[in-house]
């Protein structure tokens, strides 16, 4: 491409970069000054979005361009001084272009309350978001906190900062943002169908079904290199362990499966995936939740007489002083 092409390229890139940063001030993703944008233009220069600038009213040259150390090399502003959290997350994954990182409020809630997102309730989450991770917490800005998603970068393109907001990335700009909005989408269909008061959840055949659409469009899933067979694709979760001292558990939104584990074998295993080349009969999953007899046909519900007999029990347990 010409040099002239190059330049016509970029300047595109700043409009959108622009019009991303419009749509999160309009989705209340970001109140103030807050969130920051990136594009990875070469092996070793980023545009990103300058510090104390409102994203919803940005111009193309009020952006910076850094390179992958997070120095600035051109623009009148100074960049955001959450790059390192961009760059590191580039860094860990060269398959991706752009990252956004914003405080959209309910997926924010649930990084504030260190709740696990759930899977297998809405299937357009499994098939465009997959596992979502939260990272433990530490004081934004430097090295040290943009390191705290490193375990799961390479694993997902949507992070849950604890107590602090989310970062998605991409194949491009787009991309990038569309995970946020999607995330924020979710996390608020969970709080409203939290507050009818019953979350159901579909079977992990269906999980498994929807994961084996992935290849097809494009979009690829650790989970499919493990094998899908007999997996705990509902209950459990790739960032569940093996992370160090920080794991959240679920208090709010707990598959019933967990429900069964805590109160049936007081241990909860990890992805139970085992194979590659997964054997062709499928068999029963453990511990399933039966299939309701509420006529929803092949959509599994929590056993709800099962699910208030170990409330009951934990209560019980704990007030009678046996409790963890
Ligand atoms: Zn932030």
């Not at 914003?102 to 649930?110: D, G, I, K, N, R």
């Not at 949507?158 to 990038?176: C, F, K, P, R, Y």
Request: aromatic share 6%; hydrophobic share 35%; glycine share 8%.
């Amino acid at each position: 491409m010409s040099t002239n092409g190059n330049v016509m390229n970029e300047w595109k890139l700043r409009e959108q970069m622009c019009e991303i940063g419009r749509r999160i001030y309009a989705k209340g993703f970001a109140a103030a000054n807050d969130g920051n944008i990136s594009y990875r233009l070469s092996e070793d220069r980023v545009l990103c979005t300058p510090t104390r600038v409102s994203k919803g009213f940005m111009k193309p040259d009020d952006l910076c361009i850094i390179d992958l150390e997070g120095k600035q090399i051109s623009g009148k502003r100074k960049r955001s001084s959450e790059m390192l959290l961009h760059l590191t997350y580039m860094k860990a994954r060269p398959d991706i272009r752009s990252v956004v990182h914003c405080h959209p409020p309910h997926a924010t809630a649930f990084a504030v309350a260190k709740e696990p997102i759930p899977k297998c309730v809405l299937p357009e989450i499994e098939v465009f978001l997959g596992e979502v991770a939260i990272s433990p917490y530490e004081t934004p800005g430097g090295q040290k906190f943009a390191d705290t998603i490193l375990p799961y970068a390479k694993d997902t393109d949507t992070i849950l900062l604890a107590n602090h907001g989310t970062i998605t990335s991409g194949i491009d700009l787009e991309d990038a943002y569309f995970k946020t909005e999607i995330i924020d989408a979710y996390c608020r269909i969970l709080l409203l169908a939290k507050q009818l008061g019953r979350v159901n959840y579909y079977s992990d055949e269906k999980a498994a079904e929807l994961l084996r659409l992935k290849p097809g469009l494009g979009i690829p899933d650790p989970r499919l290199g493990l094998g899908l067979e007999n997996c705990d694709l509902c209950g459990n979760s790739l960032f569940r362990e093996g992370y160090g001292d920080f794991s959240p558990e679920p208090r709010v939104f707990i598959h019933p499966k967990l429900l069964n584990q805590a109160t049936q074998s007081g241990e909860s295993n990890a992805c139970s995936c085992h194979s590659h080349d997964a054997p062709a009969a499928v068999a029963a999953p453990k511990a399933q939740a039966q299939p309701s007899s509420n006529g929803n046909g092949g959509v599994s519900s929590p056993d709800v007489d099962a699910l208030v007999r170990s409330i009951t029990e934990q209560v019980m347990s704990a007030l009678s002083g046996t409790g963890k």
